[in-house]
């Protein structure tokens, strides 16, 4: 079923096919019939291929009523031809509103008698019953397009991959199919993991794949619970006219058919699942699972969300910090303008206020026990090349103390802070210059006795001869406008500032006397810190110091 003509992704096709040959489809296999009111579950955005998104839009607003009419209107005409007719009307009229609204996209396209003829011919295509996608399949591969743009996969030719291995501990498996076999047993119990988060975006389950160790049981618990078409919304899942045993292998039948679709999707390039396919290892899992939902495979079926919290959704968090801590230290360490650090380092922050939204909707919030906080934990400041430049430090005080006005003349200059120099005698100088007029800040004397007086106020005492040899460079070199250099003083505080938030992150995380939510706050406290070092000044980006190279004093 690899698709060859159109390269675009096999399953997403194939959802179009079916509702092109089968209005059906769309009511019997992508309707949420649960949901009051009844919803798709299955959105024009979840499509990577825009006009395979555009097609399903057009076809759930009238596309498909306007097919039903044409075939009606010409009953002795090719199907799939009057078919690719009505919905390449639809999408014209939809391009003609778009033009008249003043949209050159929109007109440009108008005008192409080539895309119109290509568009045609694609349609006629997947209209026809050629086309090679059974129309019983459309759930799954619907299911499959959701959670490719849910997930996308690394590996090119994998549609998606929800969570990855954190361990091989037998005993933690059991214990996450345990809390699986008791939904099995009983849907209702899905109710206790049911939440209302602040994202109206976010899933109504505190419990989600990614927080589970195996892969396995990340991908059953997202056929069963959290993802489009649950097991659990299944008609035959509320059915009272079955047995609890009926109930359960019904679930367990619609779980073994997504497992098995997922390996079909991922066989093209992963190895593993061409031999789970081979061997049939999603069969022995349903067996395992029928196991499961038996009284007797766990203590107390109805504490399956206590497991939940304990054997699941707590160990994860530690594993989290720590994958987390890695990408801070990549994204702080990047070349990328410091807007951009920025960004992504929110996003970071907004992971973690949904994980700890989750972790306080489960029972018994582990912050309410009453274990002693430990200590966050820092980072010592390291004092390598790579993250300090004190000949900068320097080149900036001189040519500040000869010109202090440069400080209020916006550009990088007036995003320098006392942080951003890594010598105590360097921050307290620049510290001084803030606070004396410019008129008393060019005076190395007068600007030395400030130094001094806010670090004796602090505890500290500076290096009397450093502050000196500055105080008489500023007097006899002349150096290039402060802002040359400053904007490279900003850089390596975003930098130093993110590697500490990670190395600490990391240290945190591995430390086993922090409860998992004292570990989030002190998480959010890094990512704070090193999310305000990169706004501070969003707009700096590296700069190319070889640019200066020509003007810099040696000092």
């Not at 900068?392 to 010109?403: A, F, Y």
């Not at 900003?490 to 006397?513: G, H, I, K, L, Y």
């Not at 090193?530 to 700069?543: D, F, G, K």
Request: hydrophobic content about 35%; charged content about 20%.
């Amino acid at each position: 079923m690899i698709n060859e003509r159109y390269g675009e992704p096999q399953h997403e096709l194939n959802v179009i096919s079916s509702m092109l040959r089968d209005r059906a489809v769309a009511a019997r296999q992508l309707v949420n019939w649960t949901s009051s009111p009844p919803q798709y579950w299955l959105l024009p955005q979840h499509f990577r291929t825009p006009w395979a998104g555009e097609i399903y839009e057009i076809l759930l607003n009238g596309g498909l009523d306007a097919i039903d009419q044409r075939l009606q209107a010409f009953p002795n005409a090719d199907p799939a031809h009057v078919t690719a007719d009505a919905v390449a009307g639809q999408l014209y009229a939809k391009y003609q509103q778009m033009a008249a609204a003043g949209m050159p996209h929109a007109r440009e396209t108008l005008a192409s008698s080539e895309y119109w003829a290509s568009m045609h011919s694609a349609l006629r295509d997947l209209a026809s019953t050629t086309w090679q996608a059974n129309t019983d399949s459309a759930r799954h591969d619907a299911y499959v397009t959701v959670r490719a743009a849910q997930h996308p996969s690394t590996t090119e030719g994998v549609p998606f991959s929800l969570a990855r291995g954190r361990t091989d501990d037998a005993s933690a498996r059991e214990k996450e199919v345990a809390v699986i076999g008791a939904i099995l047993n009983d849907p209702a119990r899905a109710a206790k993991f049911r939440y209302q988060p602040s994202s109206p975006d976010a899933s109504p389950y505190w419990l989600q794949p990614q927080d589970f160790g195996d892969p396995a049981t990340a991908e059953i618990w997202d056929a069963l619970v959290t993802g489009p078409d649950p097991a659990i919304a299944l008609p035959a899942a509320t059915d009272p006219s079955l047995t609890p045993e009926q109930r359960a292998q019904a679930m367990i039948e619609h779980i073994y058919q997504r497992l098995s679709y997922n390996d079909y999707h991922r066989s093209t390039a992963d190895p593993q699942a061409q031999e789970r396919l081979r061997t049939d290892t999603n069969r022995a899992i349903a067996q395992y699972l029928a196991r499961a939902t038996q009284a007797d495979f766990c203590p107390n079926q109805d504490h399956a969300d206590q497991y939940a919290l304990r054997f699941i959704l707590e160990p994860s968090i530690p594993a989290t910090v720590q994958e987390l801590a890695g990408e801070v230290r990549r994204t702080g360490l990047s070349d990328a303008p410091l807007g951009q650090i920025a960004m992504e380092l929110s996003t970071r922050q907004y992971s973690l206020d949904q994980l700890k939204e989750r972790l306080d909707a489960a029972p018994d919030p582990v912050a309410a026990n009453d274990a002693p906080t430990p200590e966050p934990v820092s980072a010592e400041p390291a004092q390598d090349a790579s993250y300090t430049s004190r000949d900068s430090e320097r080149r900036v005080l001189i040519s500040l103390m000869q010109d202090p006005n440069q400080l209020r003349s916006g550009g990088p200059t007036s995003a320098l802070a006392p942080q951003d120099f890594t010598q105590p005698e360097h921050a307290y100088l620049f510290e001084a210059l803030q606070t004396l007029h410019p008129g008393a800040a060019v005076d190395p004397w007068v600007l030395a006795n400030q130094a001094q007086r806010l670090a004796r106020q602090a505890g500290t005492e500076l290096s009397h001869s450093e502050i000196q040899n500055i105080g008489y460079a500023a007097r006899t070199l002349r150096v290039p406008p402060a802002e040359q250099t400053a904007g490279h003083l900003v850089t390596m505080t975003v930098r130093r500032t993110a590697r500490d938030a990670s190395t600490a992150m990391e240290a945190a995380a591995q430390n086993p006397a922090t409860r998992p939510r004292q570990l989030i706050d002190q998480t959010q406290a890094q990512l704070k810190q090193a999310t305000y070092e990169a706004l501070r000044h969003h707009e700096q980006s590296v700069p190319n110091l070889s640019r200066y190279a020509g003007n810099q004093a040696t000092i």
